[in-house]
Structure formats: C-alpha cells, structure tokens
C-alpha cells in the first residue's frame, strides 16, 4: 500500500500525486491533511511512519514546505528509512541503495511533473541489497 501525507505546505503537491496515482491506477490512501488551512507536519508525518510500518511492503510519500520537518520527524522512527529527494537520481538511488520506505519532496519548491516522475522512480525501483543491506543495518540503533 502506498501512503500520503503532508502539511499545508504541501497540501496541493500531495493532491497533485493523488490524481497521479488514481491515473495510474495505483492504490493509495491518503492520511491527510484536507485541506490547505494551517496545520502541523508532526502530526502527519508520525501518522504515516506508523502506517508505513505496518507492512515491509508499504511505502509513503511525505511533503511539507521544504520537505525537511516531515523528514526529520519520519525519521525519528526506528524503521523508517524517509529520504528527500530533489531529482531523479534522488528518488531513485534513495530506494536501490537506501532502501528508503518513505519518499520526501518540497511542497513548495517541487514542480508537479518532477513530483510524478521522481514518485514513479521510487515506486519501481527495488533496493540493490549487498554491499548496501550492511549499511542499512548500521542506520539501525535503536533494535
């Protein structure tokens, strides 16, 4: 399952990828927020954490302002692997060697065509494993 979530900040990018995936008749939910009134990234980013760790299988897709507050609280969970990415090889690399489960972008400094195209990247790539399987068990400190 692929999950969204975002702040005010990044309310219309994540409504932009919503029509994205329901073009490309991907399954997602959308964990909020609803709308662009001001709201707090914290909130959405532990609600997709949680959501994302529910299954080895789910993904989520982050977005605030500037991408970093989502990110940092993202990454606050142990299992959470949430990377920004700015460009495609961002997006892509951030899954073939980082196995990152969440993809985060900048609501506010992200162009919607980068946003899908940079989406798509993380969704189809699968993580390269070996030499990178040993650095993601050293990101891990709190087993």
């Known amino acids: 399952m692929i999950y969204l979530a975002s702040d005010h900040a990044g309310f219309e990018l994540k409504s932009s990828l919503a029509k994205f995936l329901r073009e490309q008749k991907i399954e997602f939910t959308d964990l909020g927020c609803d709308s662009p009134e001001r709201c707090d990234y914290p909130d959405f980013g532990h609600k997709l954490a949680k959501k994302v760790l529910e299954n080895s299988e789910n993904r989520g897709i982050g977005i605030c302002g500037s ?3 989502i990110s940092m609280t993202l990454n606050r969970h142990a299992g959470i692997r949430a990377a920004r990415a700015v460009n495609l090889d961002d997006a892509e690399l951030a899954r073939r060697h980082n196995d990152a489960n969440i993809l985060v972008l900048a609501g506010r400094t992200t162009d919607e065509k980068l946003a899908e195209e940079m989406l798509a990247k993380f969704l189809a790539t699968e993580f390269e494993g070996g030499r990178h399987s040993d650095r993601i068990e ?6």
């Not at 050293?138 to 087993?143: G, L, M, P, S, V």
């Open 138 to 143: 050293k990101i891990e400190i709190n087993k």
């Open 67 to 69: 991408g970093l507050g």
